[in-house]
């Protein structure tokens, strides 16, 4: 099985960075990982997306150019580093593993629990 943990949640002034770290304790990884948000009264969304080699990434617009994503496969984790961070990217940050690089929730079949950033203004 795929078991997901994030870490590197936490309070930031707005403008500072955060890099978050999402580890599988289970199976190698064998597939594409993400990085979804989901802020108190809205829908999750996504964030990122990198693909097994690493070599194919996606972003949202919100994020592009700030945040960037990257996997050690020999350590089984994904990271993703957060600079000038702004309050409106305040949320529950979640890790997914899918079978292929893509921005919809449901072609990823596993989650994290998630880690909560708050970016104070």
């Known amino acids: 099985q795929v078991q997901l943990v994030e870490s590197g949640g936490g309070l930031v002034q707005a403008g500072g960075s955060l890099r978050l770290s999402c580890a599988n304790s289970g199976r190698t990884f064998t597939n594409a990982m993400g990085w979804f948000r989901q802020a108190p009264g809205t829908e999750r969304e996504f964030v990122a997306t990198i693909n097994w080699s690493g070599a194919r990434t996606a972003y949202a617009d919100s994020v592009k150019g700030r945040f960037t994503i990257s996997r050690n496969n020999a350590k089984n984790t994904v990271d993703l580093q957060m600079n000038s961070l702004k309050p409106e990217d305040t949320a529950v940050y979640y890790c997914?593993?899918?079978?292929?690089?893509?921005?919809?929730?449901?072609?990823?079949?596993?989650w994290g629990q998630g880690t909560q950033v708050t970016v104070s203004s």
């Open positions: 997914a593993a899918g079978g292929s690089v893509s921005t919809i929730i449901a072609d990823y079949n596993y």
